[in-house]
């Protein structure tokens, strides 16, 4: 494996599908803090050039200067343990207007340049480095449980053996039920989650834009006992992927 994917944390991609009608969410205080979660799809290859080692490197050098942008509060890479070639980034920024500031600065116009178009671009109509597009979304913060995301307390080791585990889910309120109980057993599952032996981190988020569409970002010491969690205290199922 290549050895620089050694510096990302381990990652259990899952995902929810729930159900709840659609309602206008409320609009986000311009002091609370936003949080920006981005699918990274590396292409897998090493000819005409290595993909992972070009990617991942603009990664960690676009990483390393977000920190100094201001509004800046937390920046974490954590790759999908069944695809070490597909990460999640997941930045937080002070506020909307800090994060979109963030977005002008030249380093993020070139880190996405350095990914997606990468001269020559040989054979004919082949550009480095990413295998789909860079989806990225904006959530607001719903309840945060145990140790915050965003605090450097958690541990931010190299590998599974040297970290913690670290789980995003999705979770997507579809028509005919109530979103405002969904919200409420996201949170309630994730005050039950974190009284569990073994468990550092529980943030649920809302998206921005799509008040239906919820996120938790999880971390574990072990993935053990992630397993002791794997129905929800109610009527949902989790499914691993």
Known sequence: MWTSLRRLGALLFTTLLLTATASAGDRLIASEPVYDITHFDVLPVTSPFDSEQIAYAALFKYRDASKSDPGFKSFRVVNWLLAPNHSQIIDVWRS??????????????????????QPPPTPPGFNCCIGSPIDDRQ??????????????????????????????????????????????????????????????????????????????????????????????RGDYKLRYY
Do not use: M
């Open 96 to 117: 909307l207007d800090a994060f979109e500031a963030h977005l002008a600065q030249p380093h993020s116009v070139d880190f996405r340049f350095a990914v997606q178009v």
């Open 139 to 232: 959530y607001s913060l719903v309840k945060s449980f145990n140790t915050p995301w965003t605090s450097n307390a958690l541990p931010s080791g190299v590998g599974l053996d040297n970290s913690a585990l670290f789980v995003v889910t999705y979770i997507d309120f579809l028509v005919g039920g109530d979103p405002g109980k969904g919200q409420d057993d996201l949170v309630r599952y994730g005050s039950v989650s974190s009284r569990t032996p073994g468990q550092l981190s529980y943030t649920v988020l809302q998206q921005l834009d799509r008040p239906t569409h919820f996120a938790s970002l999880g971390v574990w010491e072990h993935l053990s006992e992630l397993h002791g969690l794997a129905v929800w």
